[in-house]
């Protein structure tokens, strides 16, 4: 069982930055392929990101491919999103998520892959 806390969303201008991040804690961090998902209201969950137990592994959605960078920290079990030059579309409710790197990196870009969820954050981003 993993739990997942994630926190740093708010309110920002476009152009600005954020940075998520995601406690994990529970059973061993380092064996779980992590990522993130958005959910705009009356829009369906979509994948951001995610990236490989080992941290050497990163895929990106192409909406934000170049403006956001997945980052692991296993020491600290914790995940991390990096958003810079944020758009008004980048505003929704932004989950982490993980599993226990039972498929290759690139192939978790669907929620059913993911075991374990958190309780998200919003990002709203103000033109």
């Known amino acids: 069982q993993v739990q997942l806390v994630e926190s740093g969303g708010g309110l920002v201008q476009a152009g600005g930055s954020l940075r998520l991040s995601c406690a994990a804690s529970g059973r061993t961090f380092s064996i779980y392929t992590m990522g993130w998902f958005r959910q705009a209201p009356g829009k369906e969950r979509e994948f951001v990101a995610a990236?490989?137990?080992?941290?050497?592994?990163?895929n990106y959605a192409d909406s934000v491919k170049g403006r956001y960078t997945i980052s692991r920290d296993n020491a600290k079990n914790t995940v991390y999103l990096q958003m810079n030059s944020l758009k008004p579309e980048d505003t929704a409710v932004y989950y982490c998520a993980a599993d226990e790197s039972t498929f290759y990196y690139r192939d978790y870009t669907e929620p059913a892959r993911y075991d374990y969820w958190g309780q998200g954050t919003q990002v709203t981003v103000s033109s």
């Open positions: 990236i490989s137990w080992s941290g050497s592994g990163t």
